[in-house]
């Protein structure tokens, strides 16, 4: 909307007439004429004279009026005052959009990292199982009769068993078959671990939901750059 079709505008929803709004105002009807076709521009005085008269909002005929129609009365401290106060909330709203598109570039940018380089899919893990410390000399196999490290079993089976107070299990979890089983040095001799049980593993995160999630947060934030670019 011009500046002057706001103009008549406003005096027609007051039902008044080009003279009588003329009149109100103080200027003849010709100029007032000239004002609602665009053919003249208000002057600081003339401005102040049509806010007064029509009771004009300066916030509701920014809204009402063009930007390019502002710009031609820039002139016009108001109206100077206006743009500026336009332009500070269109930086402010800049800088809003510019930090919110580079977050959602931060986060997806992090969040395809993790995709891409955590677990994404099934697999098998080995557990290994050493029942207690092998000293010097003994068996690798000295254990060997422990057939269960339950504790029932153990408390039933074997009470009276010398190996009992030495009894010591602990557990290895590979991601890739170790054999049978293996040895390993420890302070005060060496354990033997042996193939305990083999567990699958579920993946660590829906690869696809995560994928689609970051990419949608990377366009996301290119969208916000695009609009605070051309804001």
């Known amino acids: 909307m011009t500046f002057g079709e706001y103009l008549k505008a406003q005096r027609e929803s007051r039902g008044w007439t080009q003279p009588m709004a003329a009149e109100k105002i103080g200027i003849e009807q010709s100029y007032l004429s000239k ?28 809204q009402a009026v063009s930007l390019g129609e502002l710009e031609r009365l820039r002139e016009i401290a108001d109206i100077r ?40 899919f099934a697999d098998d893990e080995w557990v290994y199982v050493s029942k207690g410390v092998i000293l ?43 054999g049978a089983y293996y040895p390993l040095e420890v302070e005060g001799g060496r354990r033997i ?13 829906n690869a696809h939901l995560f994928h689609a999630l970051a990419v949608a947060m990377i366009l996301a934030g290119l969208g916000g750059l695009f609009v605070a670019r051309r804001w």
């Open 81 to 120: 005052d206006l743009l500026r106060r336009g332009q500070q909330a269109t930086a402010r709203s800049r800088r809003r959009w510019l930090v919110a598109a580079l977050l959602l570039l931060a986060l997806g940018g992090a969040l395809m990292s993790f995709v891409v380089t955590e677990r994404r």
């Open 35 to 62: 004002l609602e076709s665009g053919k003249a521009s208000p002057s600081e005085d003339m401005f102040d004279r049509l806010v007064k008269a029509y009771e004009i909002g300066l916030d509701r005929l920014a």
């Open 136 to 178: 010097e000399g003994e068996n690798d196999f000295v254990f060997a009769g422990f057939d269960s490290l339950d504790s029932g079993y153990i408390a039933r089976e074997h009470a009276d068993d010398p190996l009992l107070e030495r009894l010591d299990p602990r557990y290895m979890y590979h991601g890739t078959y170790r």
């Open 193 to 205: 671990y042996e193939e305990y049980s083999r567990r699958h593993r579920p993946p660590m995160l």
